[in-house]
């Protein structure tokens, strides 16, 4: 369960931001999407490699 305190006088959205950060660092969303569908794993693994290779050119550029 995440708790977010609110500070005496602190605007809503403010605390409204920090709770949907503090979600969505959780993984939950990522999570409950990848579960709708199973995927085998060797297209699970193909994805990785796939991904690997394009961050791995990200950074060969920069």
Do not use: C, H
Request: net charge positive; aromatic share 6%.
């Amino acid at each position: 369960m995440i708790i977010i305190p609110v500070k005496e006088g602190e605007n809503i959205d403010r605390a409204l931001k920090r709770f949907k950060r503090k979600f969505e660092r959780t993984g939950t969303i990522k999570e409950l999407r990848s579960r709708q569908a199973f995927k085998k794993p060797s297209v699970a693994k193909r994805e990785e490699k796939i991904r690997a290779v394009y961050v791995q050119q990200l950074q060969r550029e920069e």
